[in-house]
């Protein structure tokens, strides 16, 4: 969908009115501010369409800002894979690539300036002893013995902190605002606390470490953003944002909070998507299981998908969980018209046509996508044996099976009206079906009009292409795992992935390349796993071609506005 043709959600009503007054003499500055200590999931990417995708709109720009404050917990491999995941996204940050870890220095130059108009003391409390005397909402806060120590000697500890002279939990600096304060966060918070650790790109220079609170404002200052974009949470974190830059007397960007997104069947926290990888509950990151930006990226959701699913579910200021199959419709609208079309069978069951040559081979012309008639057609080889799909056949049908069963003709795609003449069976179970072609029917009508009800796909057996297909379904079998009293590794779906071995494709697939993304007529859409090589072809499915988003909206209301 266009974006002119989305209605204005309220960050952008918010951007319209400054610029009607001014206030940052019209301009637009965006940032994606990610901390690198995991990889991307869907929610940065709403977070992400959202900043770039106002800054494109607005002519502003959008800053990528690492926010990499944290030794313990964040390294290389995350920021590289942060960018390659943004770039995929098809968003462009240009030369602005920041790291808050170059501002280190700055950031300690505004504490100081803190600590010299009385506004930053350091304490020398315990962690639960600062957390004890915090209070509760219903009780103030108790003010910290070392509160009132003077200029002079706050100086002197800050700087011997700086200097590593003392050991991790130490001393804190603190902001000195008020105890009592009814906002929690405003009772007196931590600033910079000591950590002995080697910085990914600092390295040992630093052995204290601005909390989120304090660095984050100054971050969004010194690079001129405009609208600091966040979720929810940090709501009430804003009054401290505000407070630090006012006191400070610098350039004060505007904080706007926005719902996070959630997603049924999954979780969304980095931390419990490291809980799954480092566990070996999932095969990496990128495990197509995931919510991951690089896990859907393996599982064939093309990028476009993404981003039309992140501006469909719009902005808003309340909490709400979004259907996963609301996800799997975006992505089979693109991929829809996107993907070419194969024949490729997941189970396979022999086929002998009795009445058709030994060596005979003809090409069959098959459309590679109806929805697009510029990606034009292929050749299809069709011999005396070939594989049909085992659900596509029954020996016993049901009223309402149409497909193959003794006696019956159906349509094999592209090619002829084939009717099954005979089964053969190995300890009961059927390992060949017999079968003649119409040879009046090439191309699958036959001249007479007579029609059959159903149409299956197929392969040649001396052509196909031996492929290992795997097969997702839901990481979890309930739609909330983090909100279950239990751990949420109890509610994985044993189910979740299956691999068939033994798959037959037609040969044209491997002309295809790892990522490449295709429909498997009346299977599903699928991709080339990068694990594929010459002689060891892997497909993921991404999704099965059914679409139950229609089903799910009717029944519960859609919470969002594009849906
Ligand atoms: P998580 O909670 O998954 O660990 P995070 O918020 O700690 O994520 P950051 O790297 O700090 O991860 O996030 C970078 C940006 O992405 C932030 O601006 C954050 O608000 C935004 N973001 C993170 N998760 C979501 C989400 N589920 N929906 C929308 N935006 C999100
Ligand atoms: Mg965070």
């Not at 405003?186 to 080697?198: E, F, G, K, L, W």
């Not at 693109?334 to 069951?349: C, D, H, I, S, Y």
């Not at 390349?513 to 892997?538: A, H, M, T, W």
């Amino acid at each position: 969908m266009a974006s002119e043709e989305r209605a204005k959600d309220f960050i952008r009503e918010i951007i319209d009115e400054d610029i009607r007054t001014g206030k940052y003499g019209g301009r637009v500055h965006t940032r994606f501010p990610p901390e690198p200590n995991g990889y991307l999931h869907i929610g940065h990417a709403k977070s992400i369409c959202l900043n770039f995708g106002i800054a494109e709109e607005y002519g502003g720009k959008c800053n990528l800002r690492f926010d990499d404050t944290n030794p313990l917990s964040e390294g290389k491999e995350y920021v590289n894979s942060i960018m390659e995941d943004i770039r995929w996204l098809g968003f462009d940050w240009e030369d602005r690539l920041f790291f808050a870890s170059d501002y280190f220095d700055k950031m300690y130059e505004y504490a100081v300036q803190l600590v010299k108009a009385g506004k930053a003391y350091v304490d020398d409390l315990s962690a639960e002893e600062i957390s004890e005397y915090r209070g509760t909402l219903t009780k103030p806060g108790k003010e910290s013995p070392y509160r009132n120590r003077s200029i002079e000697e706050n100086l002197e500890l800050l700087e011997r902190m700086k200097a590593g002279e003392f050991g991790d939990g130490e001393k804190v600096l603190r902001a000195k605002i008020d105890m009592s304060h009814p906002n929690m966060n405003m009772r007196d918070p931590v600033m910079y606390r000591i950590i002995h650790a080697s910085h990914y790109r600092t390295g040992d220079k630093w052995c204290i470490y601005p909390t989120y609170d304090w660095a984050h404002g100054l971050e969004d200052s010194i690079e001129g953003i405009t609208h600091s974009i966040c979720t929810l949470e940090f709501e009430n974190h804003r009054p401290l944002y505000d407070w630090f830059l006012d006191e400070l007397g610098i350039y004060h960007p505007q904080q706007i909070e926005f719902a996070r997104l959630n997603l049924t069947y999954t979780v969304m926290s980095k931390r419990m998507l490291k809980e799954l990888v480092e566990g070996g509950y999932v095969n990496g990151w990128d495990d197509p299981r995931l919510p991951t930006i690089s896990g859907m990226r393996r599982r064939g959701y093309p990028p476009a998908a993404i981003r039309n699913f992140c501006n469909r579910i719009g902005v808003s200021k309340v909490n709400s969980t979004i259907p996963f199959e609301f996800l799997e419709h975006c992505v089979r609208e693109e991929l829809n018209k996107t993907a070419p079309r194969f024949m490729g069978v997941l189970n396979p069951l022999r086929v002998v046509i009795e009445n058709y040559p030994e060596d005979k081979v003809e090409e069959m012309e098959a459309i590679n996508n109806p929805e697009d008639p510029s990606a034009g057609t292929r050749k299809v080889p069709f011999s005396k044996i070939l594989y049909i799909e085992r659900d596509d056949f029954m020996e016993n049908p049901p009223k309402k099976f149409y497909r193959l069963a003794p006696g019956r003709e159906v349509r094999f795609r592209y090619a002829y009206l084939v009717t099954c003449t005979d089964v053969v069976k190995e300890n009961g179970k059927v390992v060949e079906l017999r079968c003649t072609v119409d040879p009046e029917t090439r191309g699958g009508n036959a001249p007479d009009g007579r029609k059959v009800k159903s149409t299956i796909h197929w392969v040649s057996a001396a052509h196909a292409i031996d492929a290992e297909v795997r097969l997702y379904d839901k990481l979890f079998t309930v739609e909330d795992p983090a909100g279950e009293k239990e751990d949420f590794k109890n509610f994985l779906n044993p189910e979740s992935l299956k691999v068939l071995s033994s798959c037959k494709v037609e040969p044209s697939v491997k002309n295809l390349k790892p990522f490449d993304r295709f429909q498997f007529e009346r299977l599903g859409y699928f991709c080339i796993d990068p694990d594929s090589s010459p002689d060891n072809l892997v497909i993921n499915r991404t999704v099965k071609l059914r679409d139950t988003w229609e089903k799910i909206r009717s029944k519960q209301g859609s919470t969002f506005s594009n849906a």
